[in-house]
């Protein structure tokens, strides 16, 4: 039934049933997004979506039945960007399937490149470096440092957060926003247990740390 709507709106799809044979059919139809059910025969979603994201940062969203569980925490802290509860309706799909798809388009007056702390981020290249040093980032995670650097001194609500780099225009799960943030901290903090880039701000989200002049 996916399969159907994906293709009446425009999309190319593959798929498979089983999750032993989803890693090797993805390294066959190289898509540009996957939809990864959390519960597969063969092998489980989580472990499929660890495996997927050691080798790609290809967008992942997960669909679960699961939503009021720690597997969702577990398949976002697996590497999956974005996940929909069933059931769900058709057109909330794919408008989350073209936001993953949609790259950061930064606005016209951005500056070539951003700083936070010794953090560089060059907005044109899409990438990031602390020093010579390349960060590697999945596309939202980059979205997510960026939508942070762009205003260094305001601090955002989890809510905001989710309608700058999720998307969401009505009120989301704003685990979604706690584990990325955890996972942007792991690649990008010297210290993750006592982040200086990404700083929490208490009873509010998360701000930039100090930046500096480029």
């Known amino acids: 039934m996916l399969q159907i709507v994906l293709q009446a709106s425009g999309f190319e799809s593959a798929w498979v049933g089983r ?28 472990d499929v979506c660890r495996d997927l994201r050691s080798e790609s940062d290809v967008p992942i969203v997960m669909l679960t039945a699961k939503s009021d569980t720690t597997d969702v925490v577990e398949g976002l802290e697996a590497g999956a960007d974005d996940y929909v509860p069933k059931p769900f309706k058709t057109q909330e799909l794919l408008a989350r399937v073209k936001t993953r798809l949609r790259r950061s388009a930064p606005p016209g007056d951005d500056p070539v490149a951003l700083r936070i702390g010794d953090i560089t981020i060059d907005v044109d290249a899409h990438t990031v470096h602390r020093g010579d040093e390349p960060i590697a980032l999945t596309p939202l995670e980059f979205d997510l440092l960026l939508a942070l650097a762009r205003k260094p001194r305001q601090a955002f609500t989890r809510e905001l957060l989710l309608q700058e780099v999720w998307g969401y225009r009505h009120p989301g799960d704003t685990r979604l926003v706690n584990v990325h943030v955890q996972r942007l901290r792991s690649k990008i903090e010297r210290d993750p247990e006592h982040p200086e880039t990404i700083v929490t701000v208490r009873g509010i989200g998360y701000r930039a740390g100090t930046p500096t002049a480029p």
């Open 19 to 46: 999750g032993d044979e989803a890693v090797d059919e993805f390294r066959r139809f190289r898509p540009d997004l996957v939809l990864l059910d959390l519960m597969l025969p063969g092998r489980d979603g989580v």
